[in-house]
């Protein structure tokens, strides 16, 4: 990938500098489709499912008892009796079959496509940030969106990770990395790249900002 090449040679450029850059791969995770996967009633462990509606581009479910189990996973936001779900919580919970979806006005019950639909109309790339979302999920890690980046992550551990999503044939830059990398040191977090390229597929790679002094090169 042009791009992550380029970052590469900047580490090995500027060797002989204050400061440099280097990335780690970290691992690879097998090739995802591009269409949105069937539903599916969870991974074969019966699970309650809690009814959930879309109203006004927002997904959520009534606070009842059920749903702390919901809160206690690290999905939603607790807002008055409403735990509201990003888009990608929603998705992910409706793929595993944890929530049925129903349009508020209408009752109509919404599909996953549907719903990838609805989100896709001001977010175009949110279903290949959502493939990032759910390989983070299935690893264990409690992800939540950021600011800066796209995900912070956390739950293996003390560490938090931040999140930066890279496209094959999308721009990225040694000053956009450097500013990130900056953040993560003052945010005192790890800074992670997920790169996805064409065929979807994901490789996660460890940014680590090293220090060299002119008299040890």
Known sequence: MKNLLDMCRFTFKQLRTSQTYTIKKVYKHPKYEYLPPRDVAGDGILMETFYAYYSDGTVYTPYAEGVTDLLERGFGTLKGKKLILSPYECFFLKEKGRISVVE??????LSLKELVREYSRKRREIWIK????RDLRERGYIVRE???VDFEIHGKGAERRLISIVYEGGEANIKELEALQRYAAEQRKELVLAVIDRRTDLVYYSVEEMIFNKSQV
Request: charged share 30%; glycine share 8%; aromatic share 16%.
């Open 104 to 109: 508020k006005k209408t009752g109509r019950s």
């Open 130 to 133: 959502y493939l990032v979302y």
């Open 146 to 148: 950021a600011s800066k």
